[in-house]
């Protein structure tokens, strides 16, 4: 097989960046190890920044968003027993979030590749990634039972945290940055409306909380819990209790309980890879870099660097000039570590660590009082939440 872009992994970065480069007439190739379905039904991010939303619209693939999605335009933040709406549009000149599930994009982006005929395989594990630094990588993977090569004048590994593509970046070159955090998330999903219009991120003595949505009808709520956590140790009365105990405030506000209809567990971990460019073979999404859920900003990173790494090629197409491609990985980064750096403000100011001292709980009481009592606090959350411009 041969194609000009062979992009592994089919999750949100590498259905976006096939979307990209489809509409721009660059021929590519998308190789998924897992099956439709699993991909279509793996629960993970909630929130779109303003650009994510954006580039979704210019790319054809926002009507459905459009339709079903929910427009926010704040979050509350829940301390010491007390409630701090953050207004996003009165604090960065008019940016707001989108409240559409990473697994309603992956469908939207699938439908308009299959009916686009753009090459996505599905079952296609790749294996290896061969040639990094020759003018004509090569991708080996398996599909339906057979060993398969794809030659490429380009590769994105787009494959995730656990992918094989970052390793065809050589270790003698490849700079990695961890950090590993003492907690975990325990997400929900319950058939009930969600008890907030906006979301809830609660600071309190038992730990972090979370109420998001998936609409009006679905709320999806975490709960910092334990490293090791076993979700079937967590029944729905002992988890809608937590929650309401975390939630607790001085007004009139109750936690509405309902079914819940899938648990799972969440490891905290931040994580970057440099560079993110290794020959002709770029990383992007997950591949590269992870950040705590808290500041939301997981997938809107992923859709982040394919949107920076498609106008790079795009270019190169109408110029013969590399010259966006060879600053992929610079032009990224500096996104990734102001998206790093917030995510970790984030959980650190609102999670309690096991053990945590009354000197580290009255820092983030204070720094918390500090966002809910000085605009010019809120306001560098909430650029920071509603996400910088794509450029
Ligand atoms: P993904 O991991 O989504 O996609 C990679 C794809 O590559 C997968 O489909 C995988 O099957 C495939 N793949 C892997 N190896 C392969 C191989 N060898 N060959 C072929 N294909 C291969 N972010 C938030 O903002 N909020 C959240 O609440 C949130 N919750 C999360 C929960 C979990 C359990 C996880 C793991 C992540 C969560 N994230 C969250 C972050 C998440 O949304 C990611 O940022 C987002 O999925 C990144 O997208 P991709 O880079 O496409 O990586
Ligand atoms: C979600 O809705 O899944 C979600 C929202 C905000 C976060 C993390 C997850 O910070």
Redesign the pocket.
């Known amino acids: 097989m041969r194609t000009t872009v062979g992009i592994?992994?089919?999750?949100?970065?590498?259905?976006?960046l096939a979307r990209l480069l489809h509409r721009a007439g660059i021929d590519c190739t998308v190789?998924?190890?897992?099956d439709r379905e699993?991909?279509e039904r793996?629960?993970?991010?909630?929130?779109l920044e303003q650009d994510t939303v954006d580039v979704l619209r210019a790319c054809g693939a926002g009507e459905r968003m459009d339709r079903e999605g929910l427009v926010h335009d704040g979050i509350e933040l829940r301390f010491d027993r007390r409630s701090h709406r953050i207004d996003f549009p009165s604090l960065t000149g008019g940016r707001r979030v989108m409240v559409y599930a990473?697994t309603e994009v992956?469908k939207d982006l699938i439908a308009l590749h299959l009916s686009d005929g753009v090459p996505l395989l599905f079952g296609?594990?790749?294996?290896a990634v061969e040639g990094a630094d020759t003018d004509r990588p090569v991708v080996r993977?398996e599909h339906q039972g057979r060993e398969e090569t794809l030659t490429c004048d380009w590769v994105v590994g787009?494959?995730?945290?656990?992918?094989?593509?970052r390793s065809a970046v050589p270790e003698r070159v490849r700079e990695t940055y961890e950090r590993a955090y003492p907690y975990s998330?325990l997400?929900v999903l319950a058939d009930v409306p969600p008890s907030c219009d906006e979301l809830v991120y609660a600071h309190s003595p038992r730990g972090f909380a979370l109420h998001?949505m998936r609409s009006p009808e679905v709320s999806?709520l975490?709960l910092q819990v334990p490293n090791g956590t076993d979700p079937a140790d967590w029944s729905d009365e002992r988890v809608w209790d937590e929650l309401a105990a975390r939630f607790a405030v001085d007004a009139d506000w109750e936690l509405e309980r309902g079914p819940i209809t899938s648990k799972?567990v969440?490891?905290m971990r931040s994580f970057v890879t440099e560079p993110m460019r290794y020959g002709r073979v770029f990383l992007?999404?997950?591949?590269?870099h992870?950040?705590p859920?808290t500041?939301?900003?997981?997938?809107?990173?992923?859709a982040a660097?394919v949107t920076v790494l498609a106008r790079a090629f795009v270019h190169l197409e109408e110029t013969g000039s590399a010259e966006l491609l060879d600053a992929y990985s610079d032009t990224c980064l500096r996104r990734v570590w102001r998206a790093e750096h917030f995510s970790y403000f984030m959980t650190t100011t609102l999670h309690t660590d096991p053990g945590q001292s009354g000197f580290q709980t009255r820092l983030q009481l204070s720094q918390l009082d500090r966002i809910a009592s000085s605009p010019h606090a809120a306001a560098e959350l909430a650029e920071n939440y509603t996400g910088l411009p794509f450029g």
């Open positions: 592994i992994g089919g999750g949100p970065a590498g259905l976006l190789l998924e190890s897992r699993y991909v793996r629960q993970r991010a909630g929130i990473q992956v296609a594990a790749v294996r993977f787009c494959d995730g945290f656990h992918g094989v593509a998330w997400g998001s999806r975490y799972a969440l490891p992007a999404g997950d591949a590269a992870i950040v859920p500041g939301a900003k997981g997938l809107n990173l992923a660097d």
